[in-house]
């Protein structure tokens, strides 16, 4: 399942002229896919994106921010809860989306905010408490992991979205 996903978001990466220094360092950043792909605590996170049939959405060339739960931060979560999610592709896609911003938005402008409207809709609480920034309850472990369309920031808890 990994390997369809990384295929279909390995396409984010644009063809650039090579007269244009900027596109081409830009094409050399791994997508979101691969970083993902590089970062093994990340592969339910994966494996739950092919399953939602977002492999789409994040192979499109525009900038997303993806606060990405580890799967630490999965294994957190009941099982009843995740297997209801698996059963239900929209309420899983709901999820998934709650943890995405449009554009790229760094750690220094993330610590600058208050709130952020999640591709699912409903925004996210961003709190900053001494080194620790926290979305939701979640802490950000790691922070700005670039890719050529986007930022992914590591998180220790799965986000929950309000009911709609």
Not at 44 to 71: H, I, R
Request: aromatic share 2%.
């Amino acid at each position: 399942m990994t390997r369809i996903l990384i295929t279909a978001v390995a396409a984010l990466a644009l063809a650039v002229p090579a007269a244009s220094a900027a596109p081409a360092r830009e094409a050399a950043t791994p997508s979101i896919a691969a970083v993902a792909t590089k970062t093994p605590q990340l592969s339910t996170l994966l494996m739950l994106v092919k399953k939602a049939g977002l492999a789409g959405t994040l192979s499109n060339p525009g900038a997303y921010t993806v606060f990405a739960p580890t799967n630490a931060a999965f294994a957190k979560v009941p099982k009843a809860t995740l297997n209801s999610l698996a059963k239900n592709p929209a309420a899983l896609k709901r999820v998934l989306l709650y943890h995405v911003l449009a554009g790229k938005v760094p750690a220094a402008k993330v610590v600058t905010l208050r709130s952020a409207k999640t591709l699912a809709g409903p925004t996210v609480r961003i709190r900053v408490t001494g080194t620790t920034v926290r979305i939701n309850s979640a802490a950000v472990t790691k922070a700005d992991v670039r890719a050529s369309n986007g930022i992914v920031h590591l998180i220790d808890r799965v986000l929950i979205p309000p009911a709609a």
